[in-house]
Every structure is written in C-alpha cells, then in structure tokens.
C-alpha cells in the first residue's frame, strides 16, 4: 500500500527535551511539508522541502529542524526552543506536476 | 495580507437538508483552491483543486464550486457520515509552493 507513515501516533515529552517526529513516503513524492495545527487554527507550515537535500522554512520555523537525506523521509525535530510545542503534527507530501498535497496519519505531541 | 477565510465556523444540519460552506480567498495571483475532509484526530483528506472561476467538480454528495471571489462545498442530502471540518486552501503565485488554509467548517450532521 503506497501512502504517508507518521509515527507515533501520540508523543509525550518533558520541557527542556528534544524529540523528533517521523514522516515516511513510498509515493515517490519529491516535496514533503511539515504543518502544526492546533485548536481553532488553520494550519500552519513550519518547513518545507521540494527536493532532497534542500528545504526551505515555513510560516513558524523557530525552535523546529529539520532534515531531508533520503527522498522519502523527512524528519521533524521540535527543540526545547519551541515555546508551544503541543500540538497536532501532520506531514505531507506532493508529487511534481499537481498543486495538492496529501497528509499522513499525524502525531500528537505533548509537552509537559 | 494573504488570508483564507471559511463560514460558518460551526454548522448543525439534519440528515438530508442541503447547504452550502463558504471559501473566501485572495482573488489576485490564485494557482489553486483546495477542499480537504478533516475526521478527528486523523490528517486531511484532499477532496478536490479548483484552479480557475466557473470550475466545478463534483464526488458523491459534494460538489465545489469556484467564483471570483469565493468557493462553495455544496453538500446535498448529507448523511451522518458526512460529519466532519472541511478545510478551504489557496495557493497563491505571491506564496511561491506555500498554502494557505482556513480555519475550516465544523460540520455536524443529526440522525
């Protein structure tokens, strides 16, 4: 079955701890996005990247890294730098030639 | 300043009355328009791309359409299945490969 993998479902982390969230993709996908979405918000894209090895930030990158090694990975890595990092993660992915993307699962953290 | 903006925030329909959901966004620069089911606690699911005004796709009992100005989800004699927060996005030429989405519609369909 080709789709998008987010895992784990639920994460749960102590303030001050770094942790990362994973995205995965066998839909031969070239761009991938990363977005945080939280109660009565649109979303929001934290960071983006079209190709491997170059990504570009979104609207809300601070205290958020990123890395793309691998066309279908493209892990997310909240820092004890993010001032709010409980919320509702999605990842998704677009193949070149169309506008829409298509989202994983999701992973929601919470940070206590 | 680029915005998409989605009415109503909440809407209560009973099994089989029809309505409508409203999308505005931002006219100048518009390359698509996106409409996206959202169940709880899962990702959106993508529904239709809208690209040009007078466009209309249609899947079961939804049909988007697209103005100038604005899109609308018609749902038709909905089920409670249809239960869900339906997201409006836009891509726009000034935002370069970013969407933009609405805060969505909470849509509750009553037995």
């Known amino acids: 079955d080709g789709g998008i993998t987010q895992s784990p479902k639920y994460l749960f982390r102590k303030e001050g701890q770094n942790v990362t969230l994973s995205c995965e993709q066998n839909l031969n996908h070239d761009a991938m996005y990363w977005y945080r979405q939280d109660p009565g918000q649109g979303l929001r894209l934290i960071y983006y990247?079209?190709?491997?090895?170059?990504?570009q930030k979104g609207d809300i990158a601070e205290g958020y890294s990123v890395s793309r090694e691998k066309k279908e990975s493209f892990p997310l890595t909240v820092t004890s730098a993010q001032k709010n990092p409980t919320a509702f993660y999605l990842c998704?992915?677009?193949?070149?030639?169309?506008?829409?993307?298509?989202f994983g699962p999701g992973t929601r953290l919470t940070v206590t | 300043e680029d915005q998409v903006t989605q009415s109503p925030e909440a809407l209560r329909l009973q099994e089989g009355e029809s309505s409508s959901l409203n999308c505005s966004y931002t006219?100048?620069?518009?390359?698509?328009l996106f409409w996206y089911r959202q169940d709880p606690g899962k990702g959106p699911e993508f529904l239709f791309t809208l690209y040009s005004a007078g466009e209309e796709k249609e899947k079961e009992r939804l049909k988007a359409t697209l103005t100038k100005k604005e899109s609308f989800l018609h749902i038709t004699a909905p089920k409670p299945e249809d239960s869900a927060t339906y997201l409006c996005a836009e891509l726009n030429s000034n935002r370069d490969d970013k969407i933009i989405f609405g805060k969505g519609t909470r849509l509750h369909i009553l037995p």
């Open positions: 990247s079209q190709i491997v090895n170059d990504f």
């Open positions: 006219v100048s620069g518009l390359r698509g």
């Open positions: 998704a992915s677009r193949p070149t030639g169309v506008y829409e993307q298509y």
